[in-house]
């Protein structure tokens, strides 16, 4: 894949879709490509997370658990973020991520990530902005299912027929 190719990639991932230009360079530049085969493990849960992925073309899938307990979570397509976590902590991965073709994803460490952060402040005002936004929308989710659980749990039918 080209630089330009990268860039473009990197452009319509939500989190980094506001950077510049050149911002997305460095983070296309200093990425890592890694090519996996089918069946081929990206990293295993509850390994330490020091970067994350983005699956460039193919796709990887998410699981947890090992043999019969095994329980796929989700799958990655080309464009996905995985890992997004340990772009800014220190963090241990919640699943096993493997993939189910062929595929390339691009490894952006987190120490890339902290560079371009002070370096570039108004990035970090950016990306600030970007994780509360989405961090306002879960609690707002959130809220919405405590009131969906709480109708639940005041349902005069459900407290008789359990006695």
Known sequence: MSLDRDIALLSRIPLFADLATEQLRLLAF???????????????????????????????????????QRQVLTTCEAGSLIGETALFVETKRPATATAIVSCEVLEI???????????????????????????????????EVEQALGAIDDNPLKRSGSG
């Open 30 to 68: 200093s990425a890592v490509r890694l090519d996996l085969s089918p069946t081929q493990v990206l990293f295993r849960e509850g390994a330490t997370a020091m970067s994350g992925y983005v699956v460039a073309f193919g796709g990887i899938e998410m699981a947890v658990g090992l043999g019969e």
């Open 109 to 143: 460490d987190r120490k890339l990530v902290t560079r371009m952060l002070n370096e570039y402040p108004q990035v970090a005002v950016k990306l600030r902005a970007t994780i509360a936004g989405r961090l306002a929308a879960t609690v707002g989710d959130l809220g």
